[in-house]
C-alpha cells in the first residue's frame, strides 16, 4: 500500500492495484508528509500549520490530534527513512 499527501490538503492510501482505500481531507492546509503504519492499521500525516493526525485507515477517524508548536515544523518519518525513526515527529 502506498500512503499519500496532496497540496489540496487530501490524504489518501492507495493498494497495489491503484484502489483507493482511504481518501480524507486535511482542515489544516497542505501535507508535508504521510506515514503508513507497518500493517497498514494507521496513517501518520503532517499539515502546513503544523497539525499532526493519526487516523485509524479501517473507519477514517482520527484517533490523535497533535500540533507542534509555532516554531517547528511537524514531520513523519519510518525507521530507516532518511534517518528517520518509525513514528510522528514534532
Do not use: Y
Given at each position: 500500500?502506498?500512503?499519500?499527501?496532496?497540496?489540496?490538503?487530501?490524504?489518501?492510501?492507495?493498494?497495489?492495484?491503484?484502489?483507493?482505500?482511504?481518501?480524507?481531507?486535511?482542515?489544516?492546509?497542505?501535507?508535508?508528509?504521510?506515514?503508513?503504519?507497518?500493517?497498514?492499521?494507521?496513517?501518520?500525516?503532517?499539515?502546513?500549520?503544523?497539525?499532526l493526525?493519526?487516523?485509524?485507515?479501517?473507519?477514517g477517524?482520527?484517533?490523535?490530534?497533535?500540533?507542534?508548536?509555532?516554531?517547528?515544523?511537524?514531520?513523519?518519518?519510518?525507521?530507516?527513512?532518511?534517518?528517520?525513526?518509525?513514528?510522528?515527529?514534532?
Amino acid at each position: 500500500m502506498l500512503a499519500i499527501g496532496t497540496t489540496r490538503g487530501e490524504v489518501l492510501v492507495v493498494d497495489s492495484q491503484g484502489r483507493t482505500r482511504f481518501k480524507r481531507e486535511e482542515r489544516h492546509g497542505k501535507v508535508f508528509c504521510v506515514s503508513l503504519s507497518p500493517d497498514g492499521r494507521s496513517l501518520a500525516s503532517g499539515s502546513q500549520d503544523g497539525t499532526l493526525n493519526l487516523w485509524d485507515v479501517g473507519t477514517g477517524k482520527i484517533v490523535r490530534n497533535l500540533k507542534a508548536n509555532s516554531m517547528q515544523q511537524a514531520g513523519c518519518a519510518r525507521e530507516g527513512a532518511a534517518g528517520g525513526h518509525e513514528g510522528v515527529h514534532a
